[in-house]
DNA sequence: CATGAATGAGCGTTCATTCAT
DNA sequence: AATGAATGAACGCTCATTCAT
């Protein structure tokens, strides 16, 4: 029998437990924080959120702040999980695959994503280290894309960094209302329809074509 | 005697030392607000800042978050006064000046707007009553602006909504960066070619045009 | 069916063995509570430094208080053994012997005599209960001592009780430095030599004699 | 007239106001950290030995920190203090002049000086850092002072380091349970009287003097 | 018997606001 | 009108103790 890795299960069991709890008490702190800011979140909210008392909450996280910086990490793995889907898109998939990825990505754990906004428009260090750090190898890349499908004659030559915060402009546009929570998130559907309407007027522009 | 308008002049002359009292009051807590937040600014951080006594603000204000209402009430007016312009423009001038008035109304008092961004991003009350309930307007006449521009035949056949969307994305992102403060204000000529640019990308899209 | 004395020495053992766990636990808290206080000294120390879960703890003490309690006690008992010691020295044996024998007796379970002297001198109910309690006899002694010197001619006709309280004045000099951990504990022979000096000092004192 | 200095003494007013404050409180702390400890002590205690708000005190210590430094600090000060006088005593003085002079300082303030031994005999940055910093010198000039006496042909050839550690002891005897709160403290002539005893015991010894 | 998890009570501290001058 | 002082309410957090396994 295999029973030769008990003491493995057994920590594994009891980890899987505290992260569990983890999350528990990250999906609820995150949804506090976003409806009313870090700040005004206090730690009898959140207790009361995943009914614990407030002392229990202690034992899994070592105060408010760091139940903050761990949603601020995992977004960030999150930008950065981005990336390696990104550098091969642009040669194998077409442009619309990259945006509807970029949206299905962003909106996944929107309220996580709402606070990370909200803490990076305050402050300044998370703006840097947390934000702006892993954001950045993601605008390079879709510069390098516009540059390359510039150079292959498909795009006109324009500036390809103005044309990179063009497409997070959209990006933006689309995702935002989602994240503030005054749309509901689009089914994978409208996702996809969005996107193509999207690439289409960026490929396009608003003008008709002269016959 | 000499007391025909003394009174409304005294009066006059003591509410204008108030309000310009206020302004000061307002531009030291919006500054603050910006930097940390409204709820981390502390009444003692705005009368250091403006140089008073902490209880002296309580002359002017009825308390922090009369403040806070003054500047959120403030930039609902500026958004306002946008309409006028806008109102007018379409048929005069071209989509530039558009894009352009819109920017400059924006960045001026950016400390201001960053604040009011702060807010609606957290406060559900303020998205709704200062930032919707003052932008709607703003985003009809574009869509009306545009629905114009197709049945001209200037603009192919969109989605206005769609459409007035876009054109609010380039403008966030043209527009975040500096009201966020990562980057510095562009001068009118930066945000005329920046204007210029924008509107060409929207009309025409990256695409090249096919022989 | 040997199960005449089973359950007796199965108990006994079970006894020791739980004896010696409370004395683990005993020299780990005397040793943290010495070093950063009672109060400051958390079961959470306790449990650390004796490496057990927290809890258990509460199956050889009723609390963090028992623990103090406890050893409080046993430094009273330790003080009653000095008097057993004591009445039947003066006369067979020599001053220096009693000091050397006090000075080995406090000197030994040094931490726990530190944690008694700082309760004590904040406690006044451990300063009675347990420390001018069982002292009161001892300075007795002292004092019966010295009369019975001054009454053989020994000793000049000084005031016993001031007599008695010098000895001890010494004693917490030499003594007190090592309790507090700012020296080391004297070597039996260092011991010696310094009892010695001291009842030289105190038989002779300072000044020199006159031809 | 002398009112040219009103700002002077407006500000001075005020800031005896502030240091009368800061007394009252400091008295009252050191009453408490006295009978109870400092850990034990809490600021609503505080609070409410003094009579006020306990938001109240943070206008006057940063903390409860603050107030036990600030204890210390002026106990070290006034072990300081001691020297000055100490250093132009052994010429012109008698002996009992300098004990008695030692134990009036000691004295006055006992509760604080309970504090700082309660904090020196846990603390080790304390005893080194507020107790044996600010007594070393005191006690090289005790032991100049038997040295000098030594070779004056006064005192016979002990070791001056033990001898000064003696005076300490017979001080430490003396003024310990006044400190601790045992024994009243001394009326002055009280005072004087032991002092002579002492000094006494210490020239002498108890040896009787053989014809 | 041993223990990690849970918790109520309470701590030191902050702060918007009011009060007395 | 201006202000330093005062404060109640609430916050983040700790810890001795209990509970469930």
């Given at each position: 029998?295999?029973?030769?890795?008990?003491?493995?299960?057994?920590?594994?069991r009891?980890?899987?437990?505290?992260?569990?709890q983890?999350?528990?008490?990250?999906?609820?702190?995150?949804?506090?924080?976003?409806?009313?800011?870090?700040?005004?979140?206090?730690?009898?909210?959140?207790?009361?959120?995943?009914?614990?008392?407030?002392?229990?909450?202690?034992?899994?996280?070592?105060?408010?702040?760091?139940?903050?910086?761990?949603?601020?990490?995992?977004?960030?793995?999150?930008?950065?999980?981005?990336?390696?889907?990104?550098?091969?898109?642009?040669?194998?998939k077409?442009?619309?695959?990259?945006?509807?990825?970029?949206?299905?990505?962003?909106?996944?754990?929107?309220?996580?994503?709402?606070?990370?906004?909200?803490?990076?428009?305050?402050?300044?260090?998370?703006?840097?280290?947390?934000?702006?750090?892993?954001?950045?190898?993601?605008?390079?890349?879709?510069?390098?894309?516009?540059?390359?499908?510039?150079?292959?004659?498909?795009?006109?030559?324009?500036?390809?960094?103005?044309?990179?915060?063009?497409?997070?402009?959209?990006?933006?546009?689309?995702?935002?209302?989602?994240?503030?929570?005054?749309?509901?998130?689009?089914?994978?559907?409208?996702?996809?329809?969005?996107?193509?309407?999207?690439?289409?007027?960026?490929?396009?522009?608003?003008?008709?074509?002269?016959?």
């Open positions: 029998m295999n029973n030769q890795s008990p003491p493995l299960k057994e920590k594994t009891h980890e899987r437990r505290i992260q569990r983890r999350r528990v008490i990250m999906d609820a702190s995150a949804m506090l924080f976003a409806q009313k800011g870090y700040r005004a979140t206090t730690i009898r909210d959140i207790a009361q959120a995943v009914d614990m008392g407030e002392s229990t909450l202690y034992g899994y996280f070592t105060g408010k702040q760091e139940v903050l910086q761990t949603i601020l990490s995992q977004q960030a793995e999150m930008v950065d999980s981005l990336l390696v889907h990104l550098a091969e898109l642009p040669d194998r077409s442009f619309v695959d990259l945006v509807d990825l970029l949206m299905e990505k962003i909106l996944t754990g929107a309220v996580y994503n709402r606070v990370v906004i909200a803490e990076a428009w305050i402050d300044d260090e998370v703006l840097r280290g947390f934000v702006l750090a892993h954001w950045r190898p993601i605008l390079d890349t879709l510069q390098d894309f516009i540059s390359a499908r510039i150079s292959a004659g498909i795009f006109r030559p324009i500036d390809p960094g103005l044309g990179a915060r063009m497409i997070v402009a959209f990006f933006i546009a689309a995702v935002l209302p989602v994240l503030r929570g005054v749309e509901p998130p689009p089914s994978p559907r409208q996702r996809r329809r969005l996107a193509e309407s999207t690439v289409e007027l960026i490929s396009g522009g608003f003008n008709a074509r002269m016959g």
